[in-house]
């Protein structure tokens, strides 16, 4: 059960508001900013699930029933947040899962529920909490993507359609609400031991046979990876706390050697790419 709202009362430090903080790198940041100080509303679908946590830090998490994909426990848990407390500091947009296929073994509702689930979802509560951070001057908004985000291969298309989508948003976002001291950081991880790759939070789209070249080493790889990623949750979330810190926060970080060395090789790629066809692009303007 969500607890009880209570009369706002005075905290020090900063108010995160953090979805998916049951697990992965949600609880990681969760008790990252419990540690320097701060106050968690942790967001779950299933509340008790946080249970845990707020009784390892009683007092600074607050555990709450939320499901990113409803519209009216979106506003319920920002305005229980701001009653509470008066103000959101920090909005990590976490809530996600995986599934894995091909495109053409996509179903309608798949992708149309992952995209709520890491699209709508987080852009419905960016706006929620935006008019309050524009208010109070300051606050920052944490799109967790991933490398996944940047580039995309056979068997995530589903996946990194969702992310590319979120990252375009906050891109734009960042530009808009810079002025009203509102930071937006994108963040895109590799491979991390979260749980991700295990359990219910890896769906798999229901095989055709003609694609078990492309998409069957990932269909088999990626939940065979689960607890051996080279990628540190807490080494994660610091890191993200500290560029949330620094002077000029980058718009996007990318975490672990895999995601840095993956995300510079699709960009040179791509750079490569779009000079050889630099000039055949010129062309199509209008002769002067």
Same mark, same amino acid.
């Given at each position: ?7 706002? *009362?005075?905290?020090?430090? *900063? ?12 609880? #990681?940041?969760?008790? #990252?900013?419990?540690? @320097?100080?701060?106050?968690? !509303?942790? @967001? ?17 998490? !607050? ?13 319920? %848990? ?42 709508? =979802? ?5 706006? %929620? ?8 001057? @300051?606050?920052?908004? !944490? ?17 990194? @359609? ?14 808009? !609400? ?21 359990? =219910? ?24 990876? /689960? ?17 949330? /810190? ?12 895999? #995601? ?7 960009? /040179?790629?791509?750079?490569?790419? %779009? ?14």
């Amino acid at each position: 059960m969500s607890t009880p709202v209570q009369p706002r *009362k005075s905290v020090t430090g *900063k108010v995160w508001l953090i979805t998916g903080a049951n697990s992965g790198f949600g609880q #990681a940041i969760a008790e #990252a900013a419990v540690a @320097a100080g701060d106050t968690v !509303v942790a @967001a779950a679908r299933r509340p008790e699930t946080l249970e845990a946590l707020a009784a390892a830090h009683p007092g600074q998490v !607050v555990p709450v029933r939320l499901d990113v994909t409803d519209p009216a426990q979106i506003s319920a %848990a920002v305005a229980d947040t701001l009653l509470r407390f008066g103000r959101i500091d920090v909005l990590v947009n976490n809530a996600g899962r995986g599934l894995i296929g091909a495109v053409e073994e996509y179903t309608d509702r798949e992708l149309r529920d992952l995209m709520e689930l890491h699209f709508f =979802g987080p852009a419905a509560l960016t706006r %929620a909490v935006l008019p309050h951070m524009r208010a109070q001057g @300051a606050g920052a908004v !944490v799109q967790m993507s991933s490398m996944g985000g940047r580039f995309s291969f056979p068997g995530v298309g589903a996946y990194s @359609a969702t992310k590319f989508a979120l990252e375009g948003l906050s891109e734009a976002l960042a530009q808009e !609400v810079a002025g009203f001291g509102v930071k937006v950081l994108i963040v895109e991880p590799g491979a991390f031991r979260t749980g991700f790759a295990g359990g =219910g939070a890896l769906a798999q789209a229901t095989p055709i046979a003609a694609y078990e070249p492309t998409v069957g080493p990932v269909r088999t790889g990626l939940p065979d990876s /689960d607890g051996k990623q080279p990628g540190d949750p807490v080494k994660a979330a610091a890191t993200i706390l500290a560029a949330l /810190d620094a002077e000029h926060t980058p718009l996007r970080l990318a975490l672990g050697t895999d #995601a840095i060395d993956a995300i510079l090789g699709n960009l /040179d790629s791509a750079r490569k790419e %779009a000079e050889e066809w630099a000039q055949v692009s010129r062309g199509t303007d209008f002769a002067n």
